[in-house]
């Protein structure tokens, strides 16, 4: 299984902005899918994002949709999480997760279709 280090939560204030971080362990990105989750207190895994890149392709969950933006970085085998414009129900538990893309025909950001996971890394957002 792969390995997967997220980094970058904190707290910050309702409309302001973090950028996460899941470095993987493999040396290049492009036979992967990348995916960012999230999970509230008493509430079940969510999908966020995630991306191919070898393809650029990319899914956003609706919730976040042009707040978030994804995108990765072969060079470090890095998948970063840009979140602006921050509201409260964001706070939660972030992981991000991989599979190998000749395991599956379509992107997806379901939790269960995803293998290998990170520890996670929380994020508050509050005043």
């Known amino acids: 299984q792969l390995q997967l280090v997220e980094s970058g939560g904190g707290l910050v204030q309702p409309g302001g902005s973090l950028r996460l971080s899941c470095t993987v362990s493999v040396f290049t990105l492009d036979y992967y899918a990348i995916g960012w989750f999230r999970q509230a207190p008493g509430k079940e895994r969510e999908g966020v994002s995630c991306?191919?890149?070898?393809?650029?392709?990319?899914i956003y969950a609706d919730s976040v949709k042009g707040r978030f933006t994804i995108s990765a970085v072969n060079a470090n085998s890095t998948v970063y999480l840009q979140m602006n414009s921050l509201k409260p129900e964001d706070t939660a538990v972030y992981f991000c997760a991989a599979f190998a893309l000749h395991t599956k025909v379509y992107l997806t950001i379901s939790p269960d279709d995803y293998d290998s996971w990170g520890q996670g890394t929380q994020v508050t957002v509050s005043s």
């Open positions: 991306i191919s890149s070898s393809t650029g392709m990319t």
